[in-house]
């Protein structure tokens, strides 16, 4: 081969080299950007289920959301807030009620029961709720304290 012919050669595999250097450079830079993105949205998904969490808590206290309800929505919020906190004893109460009522029909699947099961079924709702009412809306004061205190209080 000639010099000539080598010389092209590695000018041509220099091309290479900085071309896919420049593309493995751009590719870092797109992951660091969507890193960024993911990290601000899991950010305003925190923020968003802990300003929801503040009205559930409050409609809580003033009986304006049935026990069942309230306490599964403010488990889920403060699953996607920080899903060690549903677990923490003071808002346990939260995921007791989830899980005694779990199983019990909503929106349309309720709707395809007969009033007979349907009246059952609002029947056990209303024994949990009567049964978790002081512990839930206790629940619901430990999240206000806690919201008062700032979001890492518990941390």
């Given at each position: 081969?000639?010099?000539?012919?080598?010389?092209?050669?590695?000018?041509?595999?220099?091309?290479?080299?900085?071309?896919?250097?420049g593309y493995a450079f751009k590719l870092r830079q797109?992951?660091?950007?969507?890193?960024?993105?993911r990290i601000e949205e899991e950010q305003r998904a925190?923020?968003?289920?802990?300003?929801?969490?503040?009205?559930?808590?409050?409609?809580?206290?003033?009986?304006?959301?049935?026990?069942?309800?309230?306490?599964?929505?403010?488990?889920?919020?403060?699953?996607?807030?920080?899903?060690?906190?549903?677990?923490?004893?003071?808002?346990?109460?939260?995921?007791?009620?989830?899980?005694?009522?779990?199983?019990?029909?909503?929106?349309?699947?309720?709707q395809q029961l007969t009033p007979r099961e349907r009246?059952?079924?609002?029947?056990?709702?209303?024994?949990?709720?009567?049964?978790?009412?002081?512990?839930?809306?206790?629940?619901?004061?430990?999240?206000?304290?806690?919201?008062?205190?700032?979001?890492?209080?518990?941390?």
């Open positions: 081969m000639s010099s000539t012919g080598a010389l092209l050669l590695l000018v041509i595999a220099a091309m290479v080299i900085i071309g896919l250097a797109e992951v660091k950007r969507r890193e960024v993105f925190r923020q968003n289920s802990l300003e929801n969490l503040d009205y559930v808590v409050s409609a809580l206290v003033h009986e304006q959301v049935d026990i069942t309800e309230g306490a599964w929505r403010c488990k889920v919020l403060l699953e996607i807030a920080d899903p060690n906190l549903a677990g923490r004893a003071e808002f346990q109460a939260f995921a007791d009620v989830y899980n005694r009522t779990r199983y019990l029909k909503t929106h349309s699947s309720r009246m059952q079924e609002d029947k056990e709702r209303l024994a949990v709720e009567n049964e978790m009412r002081s512990a839930v809306l206790a629940a619901a004061h430990e999240v206000i304290k806690w919201r008062a205190k700032g979001v890492d209080g518990l941390h």
